[in-house]
């Protein structure tokens, strides 16, 4: 159904969560960035929390997050300890100020910490924020899931869970260290259903070793008949002088380009004719829910969590890592551990890097963010309209995109070269095959 320009795709680009990206996040801003970000918010400003458990159960060979192993409880607990006072200290620097839309848990995976831990994070969050108006969402490992763990997660207002399922062909379990039987996935999908949890993403891969299509195939069928209300459908991307932990995955296995656009491509194909709404290029969502609403109304976003209906222009980031996002700058959390604890227990806020975004960031990532988004943007503006025009111009020659005046639009069949569409618009991009990953 698409069309395999391999040239277009030669590139690797970033997956423009954020602009500009994490790639371009120096040392300078610190503890005194995020007092004056938090004392510049509006009272009535939509506002959006992300918490980061930085421990998993099991560790999988693909995985790029920042986690550890959950092997010792004393590291936990000093963890969750360092956590809740930066919660605190961040609700007295809000003071009140801001309307607080969503919480959403990440990791790792937060199901690592036990229940009551999870419930003593949520009351601390709330006494420090109040009641999120979007209610919960939260990321789950289905290994080590329990039926306890669905209840406290509908007892504590989760809308939405999302589920690492990435594959359910045994041989591609096992070659990146993540076996889980399907049965596994349907019984934790049920518990989760059973408490009124409204909407259930599976989280699924292409491009893995030793993944045919007629793997992906299977594996897609199964998510279907399993209804889950969203999919999302990444392609792996496969850094292991980044990511050490890869270095266990057999690279000569891996899809060549041409198979990758293929699965890339079946994917699309089998979801829409299955009634999923393609949500930007790997995500797709169930008519009903509120992301598929979201884009029909044109009011998708796009943050560090992906495609969301999240309306908040401010994500604040809590926990080792995170990553604070504001209209005039992005600010990250010290990444180890250990010293972030050091810094929240001398009383600082934990911040170790980021970057300010100057007018020009804040306009080429509006156009960057509206095309990922909704397939189309208002160029008006650019300092550099020609050398941008250069850029795009062979993906208007292949029928990709056309310009009507200042306003960029692509074409249904632009959807596997959207974000290397978008990289035209990134100033700070260099060619590079070792910082970034597939186009497609």
């Given at each position: 159904?698409?069309?395999?320009?391999?040239?277009?795709?030669?590139?690797?680009?970033?997956?423009?969560?954020?602009?500009?990206?994490?790639?371009?996040?120096?040392?300078?801003?610190?503890?005194?960035?995020?007092?004056?970000?938090?004392?510049?918010?509006?009272?009535?400003?939509?506002?959006?929390?992300?918490?980061?458990?930085?421990?998993?159960?099991?560790?999988c060979?693909?995985?790029?997050?920042?986690?550890g192993a959950?092997?010792?409880?004393?590291?936990?607990?000093?963890?969750?300890?360092?956590?809740?006072?930066?919660?605190?200290?961040?609700?007295?620097?809000?003071?009140?100020?801001?309307?607080?839309?969503?919480?959403?848990?990440?990791?790792?995976?937060?199901?690592?910490?036990?229940?009551?831990?999870?419930?003593?994070?949520?009351?601390?969050?709330?006494?420090?924020?109040?009641?999120?108006?979007?209610?919960?969402?939260?990321?789950?490992?289905?290994?080590?899931?329990?039926?306890?763990?669905?209840?406290?997660?509908?007892?504590?207002?989760?809308?939405?869970?999302?589920?690492?399922?990435?594959?359910?062909?045994?041989?591609?379990?096992?070659?990146?260290g993540?076996?889980?039987?399907?049965?596994?996935?349907?019984?934790?999908?049920?518990?989760?259903?059973?408490?009124?949890?409204?909407?259930?993403?599976?989280?699924?891969?292409?491009?893995?070793?030793?993944?045919?299509?007629?793997?992906?195939?299977?594996?897609?069928?199964?998510?279907?008949?399993?209804?889950?209300?969203?999919?999302?459908?990444?392609?792996?991307?496969?850094?292991?002088?980044?990511?050490?932990?890869?270095?266990?995955?057999?690279?000569?296995?891996?899809?060549?380009?041409?198979l990758?656009?293929?699965?890339?491509?079946?994917?699309?194909?089998?979801?829409?004719?299955?009634?999923?709404?393609?949500?930007?290029?790997?995500?797709?969502?169930?008519?009903?829910?509120?992301?598929?609403r979201?884009?029909?109304?044109?009011?998708?976003?796009?943050?560090?969590?992906?495609?969301?209906?999240?309306?908040?222009?401010?994500?604040?980031?809590?926990?080792?890592?995170s990553?604070?996002?504001?209209?005039?700058?992005?600010?990250?959390?010290?990444?180890?551990?250990?010293?972030?604890?050091?810094?929240?227990?001398?009383?600082?806020?934990?911040?170790?890097?980021?970057?300010?975004?100057?007018?020009?960031?804040?306009?080429?990532?509006?156009?960057?963010?509206?095309?990922?988004?909704?397939?189309?943007a208002?160029?008006?503006?650019?300092?550099?309209?020609?050398?941008?025009?250069?850029?795009?111009?062979?993906?208007?020659?292949?029928?990709l995109?056309?310009?009507?005046?200042?306003?960029l639009?692509?074409?249904?069949?632009?959807?596997?070269?959207?974000?290397?569409?978008?990289?035209?618009?990134?100033?700070?991009?260099?060619?590079?095959?070792?910082?970034?990953?597939?186009?497609?």
């Amino acid at each position: 159904m698409w069309t395999h320009h391999p040239d277009l795709l030669a590139t690797p680009v970033p997956r423009y969560t954020s602009y500009p990206t994490a790639a371009e996040f120096h040392d300078g801003p610190d503890t005194a960035a995020l007092e004056g970000a938090l004392a510049a918010i509006g009272p009535d400003a939509p506002v959006s929390l992300y918490v980061h458990i930085p421990f998993c159960r099991e560790i999988c060979w693909y995985c790029g997050c920042n986690t550890g192993a959950a092997n010792r409880d004393r590291r936990l607990t000093a963890y969750l300890e360092a956590l809740t006072a930066e919660i605190a200290m961040v609700g007295d620097g809000l003071a009140g100020r801001g309307r607080l839309q969503r919480i959403s848990f990440g990791g790792g995976s937060p199901n690592a910490i036990a229940p009551t831990d999870f419930i003593a994070l949520a009351e601390a969050l709330r006494v420090a924020f109040g009641a999120p108006k979007d209610g919960l969402s939260v990321e789950i490992d289905p290994r080590g899931f329990s039926h306890e763990w669905a209840g406290v997660l509908g007892a504590m207002g989760a809308e939405r869970v999302s589920l690492g399922v990435q594959t359910f062909a045994e041989p591609v379990q096992r070659a990146i260290g993540r076996v889980q039987p399907a049965g596994l996935i349907e019984r934790t999908t049920r518990w989760l259903r059973d408490a009124g949890i409204g909407s259930i993403n599976f989280d699924l891969m292409y491009g893995l070793p030793h993944q045919g299509l007629a793997d992906l195939a299977e594996t897609l069928e199964m998510a279907v008949a399993m209804q889950a209300e969203r999919i999302a459908l990444f392609g792996y991307a496969h850094v292991p002088h980044l990511i050490p932990r890869q270095r266990r995955i057999d690279g000569a296995a891996l899809p060549d380009g041409t198979l990758r656009f293929a699965q890339a491509g079946l994917g699309h194909r089998m979801l829409a004719e299955s009634g999923y709404a393609p949500i930007g290029f790997d995500h797709f969502a169930l008519p009903a829910d509120p992301i598929a609403r979201a884009a029909r109304a044109g009011t998708l976003r796009r943050n560090f969590q992906g495609f969301t209906d999240d309306p908040s222009d401010v994500v604040i980031g809590l926990g080792a890592s995170s990553i604070s996002m504001f209209p005039d700058r992005i600010l990250q959390n010290e990444k180890n551990a250990g010293r972030y604890r050091m810094m929240v227990s001398a009383g600082r806020l934990p911040v170790s890097r980021g970057l300010f975004r100057t007018a020009e960031d804040r306009l080429r990532g509006r156009i960057i963010e509206a095309l990922l988004c909704t397939g189309a943007a208002d160029t008006a503006g650019l300092s550099d309209r020609g050398e941008t025009e250069a850029r795009i111009a062979p993906f208007v020659a292949r029928g990709l995109a056309e310009w009507t005046g200042a306003t960029l639009r692509l074409s249904a069949d632009a959807a596997p070269y959207a974000r290397a569409i978008a990289a035209a618009f990134d100033t700070y991009r260099q060619p590079d095959a070792r910082r970034f990953s597939n186009a497609i």
